[in-house]
């Protein structure tokens, strides 16, 4: 190999020290994007429109050929024809993935073009080493998972795309890798939730843990153990994966932004949503503007409520501005419609399935609900970051859990990749290309009006938000049918338990390991 690339420099009749300096200017190039497509020519397969498989023969086809170039001012080299009647093109001079993305948008937006994709490379699927990877049957397996695998041959995520997850907040964990963390905020107001030793909100979104005594939540309840619950959520999006440790993530690039608003005995709506907005980059009085707005926001809580116009506006407005966010249905095994903000429009809402594909038993449902992801049963639940603190935190650890919770991170990392795929698209396009890429129920415990349109299918719906092209902005706005509406005034009631009750079952994955069952009340 060495030598036949001494034989091209030789033979190069371009000044050495021009090549030089092309050479730097490619290298700062890809230093600057971070990431560079493979070495061979960048291949591609387009379609135009009206062409069919007796007009491809004719030489308009080169002139064709000849007018993209000209028009996406990119050197496109026809190779032969693809399939029926598309065609296979070669682009020689494209060398990175935004040169990449750039070229594919000029491509979508061409009067001519009827679709274009990537020809990419078939080949063996990646397999992450992490021991516990091969109890996440829910991103491998075929009858209920998501389909990770083959869909991580297509995107691993990018750094530019921020998740921000609204929770209990975060804390350290072996698998989580500090660098793809961007600054926090705490949004917890109230300082009997708060329990962090620094009165109200503060920069700080470290989860001091949610214990309760009896009763101390108002409500004649049991004394309850830390839950973790946030860290649970980051993991299953952003846990390192190819690391020799514990389990994998859906999103291997992305950057986390964790919004704390959950603490002792839930927390309050209006802290949530001042989290929603400031993840979104909107203004929150009295809080610094967050730098790094999110595209994608988790919120695995909710309480029983209608959506009132407080939340409704709110998640307008954030979905407006870009982001997608991802709700949990909830774990009451009732109509979705009692759980709020995921009975809300604009968001996208999420019911579980268990490892067969069927509907889990703890499930909301119904009209409200837009897809399904697998978020386990007692007997096949998923293995998440947790920690041995009982009250305060331990030491780090991996649990079994299960939830709409868990559910809803696995469609926001996926929701994650989709943007890295196809940074342009809207919040309504993500949530179409989730959809229309689902796969159908495996059973009838499940159907279109209980558990929306299937269970996640990340490969299939990476290949079609490739192909779609972006909105333009204008078009980005909030469909609102209105039916979410009505209520109002809830903002200002204390909501019960407002963390839902994903933690049914949590088996502590360490050591023999033990069982231990916890009910959290709604
Ligand atoms: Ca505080
Ligand atoms: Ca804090
Ligand atoms: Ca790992």
């Known amino acids: ?29 890809s230093l600057l994007c971070s990431t560079e497509i493979a070495t061979a020519d960048y291949r591609l397969i387009v379609r135009l429109l009206g062409q069919d498989a007796i007009t491809l023969d004719t030489t308009d086809v080169e002139q064709a050929v000849t007018g993209l170039g000209e028009r996406t001012r990119s050197r496109l080299i026809l190779v032969r024809q693809a399939g029926r009647d598309a065609l296979l093109l070669s682009a020689p001079d494209i060398s990175t993935i935004t040169e990449r993305d750039e070229l594919l948008g000029q491509l979508r937006a061409d009067p001519q073009v009827d679709y274009v994709r990537t020809d990419r490379r078939a080949r063996i699927q990646f397999v992450p080493n992490d021991p516990l990877y091969v109890d996440q049957w829910n991103l491998y397996e075929d009858s209920g998972g998501i389909r990770m695998p083959s869909a991580w041959d297509v995107e691993r995520g990018r750094q530019e795309i921020v998740t921000a997850i609204i929770d209990t907040g975060i ?29 109200g909100r503060d920069a700080d979104p470290a989860d001091p843990g949610d214990a309760t005594l009896a009763d101390e939540c108002g409500d004649g309840g049991s004394p309850t153990n830390s839950s973790w619950h946030g860290t649970g959520i980051v993991g299953v999006i952003a846990a390192t994966t190819d690391n020799a440790l514990d389990i994998v993530g859906i999103d291997h690039r992305g950057r986390i932004l964790v ?64 982001v997608s966010v991802v709700v949990a249905a909830g774990n009451d095994a009732a109509d979705v419609s009692i759980s709020s903000p995921a009975n809300c429009n604009s968001v996208i809402t999420v019911a579980a399935t268990t490892r067969s594909g069927a509907r889990a038993g703890y499930t909301n449902i119904g009209n409200r609900v837009d897809i399904s992801a697998p978020g386990g049963e007692s007997a096949n639940a998923i293995p998440v970051l947790y920690n041995t603190g009982l009250t305060d935190p331990g030491d780090d650890v991996i649990a079994y859990a299960l939830g709409t919770s868990f559910a809803t991170a696995q469609v926001a990392g996926v929701a994650a990749l989709i943007l890295a795929h196809n940074t342009e698209l ?46 333009m902005p204008a078009t980005d706005t909030v469909v609102s049918s209105g039916g979410g509406g009505g209520g109002g005034g809830g903002c200002t009631i204390r909501t019960k338990a407002s963390v839902d009750s994903s933690w049914l079952l949590i088996i502590i994955g360490f050591g023999i390991g033990f069982m231990r069952q916890r009910h959290i009340k709604h």
């Open 171 to 199: 804390l350290p964990h072996a698998e989580l890798d500090s660098a793809r963390f961007l600054p926090g905020y705490d949004f917890v107001s109230d300082v009997i939730n708060d329990n962090d030793g620094t009165p």
């Open 1 to 29: 190999m060495s030598r036949l690339n001494n034989k091209k420099v030789e033979s190069s009749t371009v000044d050495r020290s021009v090549v030089l300096i092309v050479w730097h200017l490619l290298l700062t190039l």
């Open 426 to 471: 809207s919040p309504r396009q993500v949530e179409e290309i989730l959809k229309s890429s689902a796969r159908p129920f495996p059973d009838t415990s499940c159907d279109t009006t209980t558990c929306g349109a299937g269970i996640v299918d990340a490969e299939r719906a990476l290949v079609i938000a490739e192909n779609t092209l972006p909105e």
């Open 259 to 322: 919004a704390r608003a959950l603490g002792k005995c839930g927390g309050y709506i209006s802290d949530i949503i001042d989290a929603m907005r400031w993840a979104a980059g909107l203004k929150v009085s009295g809080v610094p503007l967050n730098p790094n707005p999110a595209r994608v926001i988790n919120l695995s809580a909710g309480s029983t409520d209608v959506c009132s116009a407080f939340e409704q506006d709110a998640i307008d407005e954030v979905v407006s501005s870009g």
